[in-house]
């Protein structure tokens, strides 16, 4: 069976810079936890960045679902990132002044595949992850600027999984919480993701979090670049 995500020699630099990051190879299987530390500045959003088909490598592949990131148009990246990503970024880019549910229902708009996956509408799936990931539904008509960083954190783990994405992307959305607050979070996003199915890769500078899940890299140790 094909692995969820494949990296082989996959090698990136910014134009005119010297390379930032190689990799050897890295395989995610479906379903997979993956837990990816290294301090500020080693690489880790631009991997990110490269998953997600924002960056392309300069030499060497990424394979999701067995498909060549570098072989598709931008709008085909686009378009295959909104089908089969989820993406809970450091700074949740949530629209301030939607409603928590509209904010989640976001993620289907350019996505036909996603919208086609719920069992039931829209709405319900959006209610079913909040309540999932313990958000009141006092809350869920309100505009998401007036919730706490935790619960907006919430929403946009809600928007990143609804749709049952194949593979989940976080990156360091955990920064701003205490230590039982992240661990409880994750707990019910590992909850989510074994619900539906989905792979996760969280990036983090955080090592408290690393026995939480079940394998770890360290992205210094794997990238092949020295440090300057």
């Known amino acids: 069976m094909s692995p969820l995500l494949r990296i082989d020699t996959l090698e990136f630099a910014w134009p005119g810079r010297p390379p930032l990051l190689r990799l050897p190879r890295l395989e995610l299987e479906a379903g997979g936890r993956l837990f990816i530390k290294g301090p500020s500045g080693s690489g880790k959003s631009t991997l990110l960045g490269l ?22 148009s931008g709008r085909a990246r686009d378009r ?39 069992q039931a509408g829209a709405e319900r799936e959006a209610a079913r992850l909040l309540e999932g990931l313990q958000l009141p539904a006092t809350l869920w008509q309100q505009p998401v600027h007036q919730l706490s960083i935790g619960q907006q954190q919430r929403v946009a783990a809600a928007r990143a999984l609804i749709g049952r994405p194949e593979l989940v992307i976080a990156d360091e959305p955990t920064s ?14 590992f909850g989510e993701c074994d619900r539906q199915g989905s792979g996760l890769v969280f990036v983090s500078h955080d090592p408290g979090l690393e026995p939480l899940f079940p394998r770890v890299l360290s992205l210094p140790q794997l990238n092949e670049v020295p440090p300057c």
């Open 80 to 118: 295959f990132r909104a089908d089969h990503l989820g993406y809970i970024f450091q700074q949740f880019n949530l629209l301030p002044f939607l409603s928590v549910r509209d904010n989640v229902t976001s993620a289907l708009i350019f996505s036909r595949h996603k919208r086609r996956r719920l």
């Open 51 to 72: 998953l997600a088909g924002i960056q392309l490598p300069s030499q060497g592949r990424i394979e999701i679902l067995g498909q060549d990131l570098s072989r598709l």
């Open 176 to 189: 701003a919480l205490d230590a039982d607050n992240r661990a409880a979070f994750i707990e019910l996003l």
